[in-house]
């Protein structure tokens, strides 16, 4: 556990270190800067503190080389394995999206023409790449390849995954200029959290980013590298994205509790089909390990 507790108690310390600089920070820079939003200003001091803590436990844990961040394979090889990853990351979240048309979870956007599209396309697919390397160098190499050395494989997968799900509900939160006093990163804290003060609301999704975690930690550990998983996580926030972009939320569809209203796409139908594509890969891990053999 002690990898593990290394990188929780770098998240949330930064956390609480990032609330209790924000205000001061805010309130000295604001005369020069008034532009800069607080939320934003607090949030770019957590990455930073973040990278900082990151860091250190990088160097006290000796997590070196490309292997221990999940780029240990040929670069050849690694770039096959994204874009098998992309392609199946697209293939398999199609049909949840479908799902969420076809059963009128979410309707399209009134006037959404070709140039939108377009540019859903694009976006969705930066977006995508952007958040499978990040998050998945962070959360199945770091993180899980840390992790693992100290733990059976099965609790490795859930823990790192749980926090992985965890993390998505930091919620979006503003505290107006006029308001800002030295204590107000704590208030925006507080603000942050709210979801966890209801933890019921949050269930259906927190279990299907957990499941979604636990899928890409499992082909992070099945390649023994990180470029699959990144593939798929960029394959499947693009289709996200480009769905969410162009549709609105309907809660007054019939099976609308099938979908979580805090991000509007995760949910129950998720979790169904994730855990579906994980007994699907369980099952017939035999051929999946002949495949990975030509890959």
């Not at 670069?75 to 096959?80: A, E, I, Y």
């Not at 269930?203 to 636990?214: I, N, P, Q, W």
Request: hydrophobic fraction near 60%; glycine fraction near 8%; charge should be positive.
């Amino acid at each position: 556990m002690r990898s593990f507790s290394a990188f929780l108690c770098t998240i949330l310390g930064t956390l609480v270190l990032a609330a209790l600089l924000t205000g001061p920070l805010y309130l000295a820079v604001h005369p020069l800067l008034p532009e800069v939003p607080f939320n934003k200003l607090a949030s770019r001091l957590w990455q930073l503190t973040m990278v900082g803590g990151v860091a250190l436990v990088v160097w006290r844990l000796r997590l070196r080389g490309k292997a221990a961040w999940g780029y240990g394979l040929p670069r050849p090889r690694f770039l096959r394995q994204l874009v098998l990853g992309l392609a199946l990351g697209l293939l398999t979240m199609l049909p949840v999206a479908t799902l969420v048309l076809g059963l009128a979870l979410r309707l399209p956007e009134a006037g959404l023409d070709s140039a939108r599209l377009l540019q859903l396309l694009c976006s969705g697919a930066l977006t995508g790449l952007a958040v499978g390397f990040l998050e998945e160098t962070f959360f199945r190499g770091l993180l899980l390849g840390a992790v693992r050395r100290e733990l059976p494989a099965t609790v490795a997968v859930l823990l790192t995954s749980l926090l992985y799900a965890s993390l998505h509900f930091l919620a979006r939160a503003k505290i107006p200029a006029a308001e800002v006093h030295a204590g107000s990163g704590i208030d925006l804290l507080a603000l942050s959290l709210r979801h966890f003060a209801a933890p019921l609301t949050m269930l259906d999704s927190l279990l299907a980013l957990t499941a979604v975690g636990s899928l890409l930690a499992l082909a992070r550990l099945w390649t023994g590298s990180i470029a699959l998983s990144i593939g798929l996580h960029a394959g499947w926030v693009w289709v996200m994205k480009l769905t969410v972009g162009a549709t609105q939320l309907n809660p007054s569809a019939t099976h609308a509790a099938l979908i979580s209203p805090i991000d509007g796409f995760t949910g129950w139908l998720v979790l169904a089909w994730t855990t579906a594509l994980i007994l699907m890969v369980w099952v017939f891990r035999r051929r999946f390990n002949a495949l990975r053999a030509r890959f």
